[in-house]
């Protein structure tokens, strides 16, 4: 079992920035793909980001490339997701989330691929 709990959320202004963590334990971090993922009220779990085991690579959703910036400290068991120009209809709970097995490229956006997840974290963009 990988534990993950997320932090960092809050209320912010459109404009503005926040910073979420994600802490993992239970697993040797550095074999775990990572993942960012949002839900709205009323929407499904979208994709927002994904960093390899390594950090060496990494892919956004085309509604935050440019703006979103995911990272990883494999030594503090933690991915990190920079969030800046943040706009209202990022409101959502951000969940992160960790894929153990080795899968195709073209599954990492989908979030039934990811085997843990954390309890999720709330970001609210006042207009």
């Known amino acids: 079992q990988v534990q993950l709990v997320e932090s960092g959320g809050g209320l912010v202004q459109a404009g503005g920035s926040l910073r979420l963590s994600c802490a993992a334990s239970g697993r040797t971090f550095d074999n775990l ?44 068991n933690t991915v990190y997701l920079q969030m800046n120009s943040l706009k209202p209809e990022d409101t959502a709970v ?10 195709p490229y073209t599954l990492y956006r989908d979030p039934s ?11 609210t963009v006042s207009s």
């Open 33 to 76: 793909r990572m993942g960012w993922f949002r839900q709205a009220p009323g929407n499904e779990r979208e994709f927002v980001a994904t960093i390899s085991r390594s950090g060496g690579d990494v892919d956004y959703a085309d509604s935050v490339k440019g703006r979103f910036t995911v990272s990883r400290d494999n030594a503090k």
């Open 94 to 103: 951000y969940f992160c989330a960790a894929m153990e097995r080795v899968r």
């Open 113 to 123: 691929k990811y085997d843990f997840w954390g309890q999720g974290t709330q970001v």
